[in-house]
C-alpha cells in the first residue's frame, strides 16, 4: 500500500501488485468523511508481452486543490471496466451527494446555487471565485453547460448510467479528450501499429511454412 498525502488529500492505492480490488473504490471510501471531492480517470496503459500488465493514474479535485497519483496497476477486469471514461470523472461528492456513475468532471458542480447560477441565456454561470473550475475539469473555458445537457445528465445519473456529454465528447472516443490527452492517443495508436506488425510477421511465417510443406510433398509425389 502507498499513501500520498499531498495538499490536504490522502489517498490510499493498492500498488505494485495487480490487485483485486478497485483503486476508485478504495479512494471513494478514503475520502467517504470529505465534504466535495471529484475522483478522475487521468491516463490508463497496457503494456503488451506474455503478461500483460494494466495501470491507471488518477487525479482528485477538491475546490480549487488537486493530486495526481502515480501510476497505479490494476487487473484487466478494472482496466476494460473503466476503459471509455477516459478524463471523466468516475465518481464525485458535491453539496453532500455521491455520484458514482462516470460523467464530465465538474459537472455534477452545474445547478449547485452555492458555485454560481443559470443565466439569462439558459446556461450556466459560475461564480467569479469558481469561474476557474471548468478549466480545471479540463472543460476549456470557452464551453458553456446549457440546461438540457443539465438535464439530460440529471436523467443519467438517476438511472446510473454513465454521460458522455450532449455530444459525446467526453470519454475516451469524445473529441474534447482527444484534443486535451494526445500522449494516450500516440501509445494507443503504436501499440494498434505493433500488434498489426507481429500479426502480419505471424501469418507470413504460416504462409511461408505451409507453402515449404507443400513443395516437398509435390516433390515426392512426382517420384
Not at 42 to 53: H, I, N, R, S, W
Not at 57 to 76: A, F, I, L, M
Not at 99 to 120: I, Q, R
Not at 150 to 178: A, I, V
Request: aromatic share 14%; with cysteine.
Amino acid at each position: 500500500m502507498r499513501v500520498v498525502n499531498r495538499i490536504g488529500i490522502t489517498l490510499v492505492l493498492l500498488l505494485g501488485c495487480g490487485g483485486t480490488r478497485d483503486p476508485m473504490v478504495e479512494m471513494q471510501r478514503t475520502l467517504s468523511s470529505a465534504p466535495d471531492y471529484t475522483i478522475v480517470l487521468e491516463d490508463m496503459q497496457a503494456e503488451e508481452g506474455l503478461f500483460p500488465k494494466y495501470y491507471h493514474r488518477y487525479r482528485v479535485v477538491q475546490g480549487e486543490k488537486q493530486v495526481e497519483t502515480n501510476w497505479v496497476e490494476v487487473q484487466e477486469e478494472i482496466y476494460r471496466k473503466y476503459e471509455p471514461f477516459l478524463g471523466m470523472a468516475l465518481a464525485s461528492k458535491a453539496g453532500g451527494e455521491v455520484t458514482d456513475s462516470p460523467h464530465p468532471a465538474g459537472l455534477n458542480y452545474v445547478g449547485n446555487p452555492t458555485y454560481g447560477h443559470w443565466g439569462g441565456g439558459g446556461f450556466w454561470m459560475w461564480y467569479g471565485q469558481y469561474a476557474m473550475m471548468q478549466n480545471l475539469m479540463g472543460w476549456g473555458m470557452g464551453r458553456r453547460v446549457y440546461r438540457d445537457e443539465y438535464d439530460d445528465y440529471r436523467s443519467h445519473r438517476q438511472n446510473r448510467r454513465p454521460y458522455y456529454g450532449k455530444n459525446k465528447d467526453f470519454g475516451t472516443n469524445g473529441s474534447l479528450t482527444k484534443q486535451s490527452k494526445p500522449s494516450f492517443y500516440q501509445r494507443r495508436q503504436r501499440s494498434l501499429s505493433r500488434q498489426r506488425s507481429g500479426f502480419g510477421q505471424r501469418v507470413n511465417s504460416r504462409i511461408g511454412r505451409s507453402r515449404t510443406g507443400f513443395g516437398s510433398r509435390g516433390r515426392g509425389f512426382g517420384k
